[in-house]
């Protein structure tokens, strides 16, 4: 299995296949809009402006996960995101990313990569390369502007 094997419903309720990312890198990103962390919201439009015609697609998937900071439903998140933080890379509709209820991309990816890289809180990253392999998985607390997150992405871009 790979992630291109997943799909999501996008925030406007439309069909999203990972498959349809074959090539490009993926940053999967699970986003909260009352959270501490909810500002991570301006690094990662700024990674998918700077990237994205290197190939990084950037995939918000909202969830109400941790501490309930995600309560509203697709179409408030979608008006916060924009009006708050411009956002205008693709975001899921909400899902769990943890436990029993979570979405099979994220059961994938942290039995790929170990029990300990499953999501401990809002705005955990998995990068994907272009071939849907797990290609990297960064906790909450690293930045968008990372550098080291930015190396990870740049070996991690087609071509």
Avoid at 41 to 48: C, D, F, I
Wanted: aromatic share 12%.
């Amino acid at each position: 299995m790979s992630a291109h094997d997943f799909s999501f419903t996008s925030i406007d309720g439309q069909p999203l296949n990972m498959a349809d990312f074959k090539g490009k890198a993926v940053l999967v990103v699970n986003t909260a809009s009352r959270c501490g962390l909810t500002p991570q919201y301006a690094g990662l439009e700024s990674l998918w402006q700077g990237y994205r015609d290197k190939g990084l697609v950037v995939l918000g998937v909202p969830s109400n996960d941790f501490g309930e900071q995600e309560p509203g439903g697709e179409s408030e998140i979608r008006e916060f995101c924009a009006a708050n933080y411009q956002v205008s890379f693709p975001m899921t509709a909400k899902y769990p990313v943890t436990g029993g209820e979570a979405h099979p991309f994220y059961k994938w990816a942290a039995d790929v990569a170990g029990e300990g890289a499953a999501p401990a809180w809002n705005f955990h990253k998995f990068l994907i390369g272009p071939d849907g392999a797990l290609a990297g998985v960064f906790g909450s607390k690293v930045a968008p502007d990372d550098a080291e997150l930015k190396k990870e992405i740049e070996a991690t871009l087609p071509g």
